[in-house]
């Protein structure tokens, strides 16, 4: 989406028309005229000048165009704070025509909107007349308000019926439906990205994420894998990204099958990081099985006395006391910290010894 750089007019109708020139005073007339024609050439100085040599009448017609003749002369030296104000004044004074009126609320909208001033330029746009210039500026502010609600509606006006649309506007459309959660139309955008840049490792990428926030695994996967068919590489950080995600939206489970999907299909590399971390996201999971049978398959190929001891935590979740307390003597036995060998040994000693109990109360 473009940004606004914002341009003067000097063309615009700075002093009042000459058929109404008989209803001011003649030396108002004529500061009007000299101002406008030293801001024409650019004599900045001179034109102010001009403008402070009279002075007219409060509540005045006159003081309505010195105020409007000064807005656009500070607009001109990018002086937009002061424009906005003498704009304002002259915009609310009762004094200027309809036609001045139009002109003054639409450059008022573009002043506001340049300074950041969102909802007072949105206020000014609602009266004014509808153009992709104007549908661009609101689209913008409620943008800048953090209201995409507003902001996408309007945009898929400004896009309906275009032969040929700009990329930053596919990935504004991408991104808004993202945030709004309306994932559907988010990839359809997407795939319009995508078949402009086929070969873009990010475009791919970028569908792949859309579809697991909308928890669609199988077809995150499938477009990675279609990627990877077509000779796109993909980093490992890359990949692990999309990993991050879906653990970081708070479903585990999803990244613990993107995870298994990518390692069996290739798409990632097989190292004792990628086995450490499938058998975290199990946990995370509650999907103690698939966890204990990942740390089992750890401890057996490093021998570290971490992977038992995560072993024996999981097999005592799962109220497996024998196996358990299995794991955690060969945690003991290859380094892995006594003490908690010893809590969790005690913990399911513990339970294995109250169950016995509970049998003997219940064959008596």
Do not use: C
């Not at 990877?228 to 590489?233: L, W």
């Not at 990993?243 to 939206?249: D, E, Q, R, V």
């Not at 290739?266 to 975290?280: D, N």
């Not at 399911?348 to 008596?364: G, M, P, T, Y």
Request: glycine share 6%; proline share 2%.
């Amino acid at each position: 989406m473009r940004r606004w750089f914002l341009a003067v007019s000097i063309s615009a109708a700075l002093v009042a028309p000459l058929a109404a020139a008989q209803s001011i005073a003649p030396d108002v007339f004529r500061a009007l005229q000299s101002s406008q024609v030293a801001q024409q050439a650019g004599k900045f100085a001179q034109a102010e000048q001009a403008l402070q040599a009279v002075k007219p009448k409060a509540g005045s017609l006159e003081q309505t165009l010195i105020w409007r003749s000064q807005g656009y002369l500070f607009w001109a030296q990018g002086k937009n704070t002061a424009a906005i104000k003498v704009l304002t004044q002259a915009f609310n004074s009762g004094q200027l025509t309809d036609e001045q009126l139009t002109e003054d609320r639409l450059n008022l909208a573009k002043l506001n909107f340049a300074a950041k001033n969102y909802q007072q330029a949105l206020t000014y746009l609602q009266k004014t007349a509808q153009s992709n210039e104007v549908l661009e500026m609101q689209i913008e502010a409620w943008q800048g308000l953090g209201r995409l609600d507003q902001a996408l509606p309007l945009a898929e006006r400004y896009l309906k019926g275009k032969s040929r649309i700009e990329d930053n506007w596919l990935q504004f459309m991408v991104g808004a439906n993202a945030e709004l959660k309306r994932y559907a139309e988010a990839q359809g955008w997407q795939k319009r990205i995508l078949q402009r840049s086929p070969d873009s490792v990010n475009a791919w990428k970028q569908l792949a994420a859309l579809q697991q926030m909308a928890n669609q695994n199988t077809k995150a996967l499938a477009t990675l894998r279609t990627a990877y068919s077509k000779g796109i590489e993909f980093k490992q950080s890359d990949l692990d990204s999309l990993i991050a995600l879906a653990s970081a939206s708070g479903q585990p489970w999803q990244a613990a099958r993107l995870l298994a999907g990518m390692l069996s299909n290739g798409l990632m590399q097989t190292s004792l990081a990628t086995q450490e971390r499938l058998a975290q996201l199990h946990w995370q999971a509650r999907d103690y099985p698939s966890a204990a049978k990942q740390y089992r398959q750890l401890a057996q190929q490093t021998g570290k006395g971490q992977h038992w001891l995560s072993l024996a935590q999981l097999e005592i979740q799962q109220g497996r006391w024998r196996a358990g307390l299995q794991a955690l003597n060969a945690a003991e036995k290859t380094g892995a910290n006594s003490q908690q060998v010893k809590n969790w040994r005690d913990w399911a000693q513990s339970r294995i010894d109250l169950e016995k109990q509970i049998n003997r109360i219940a064959n008596k």
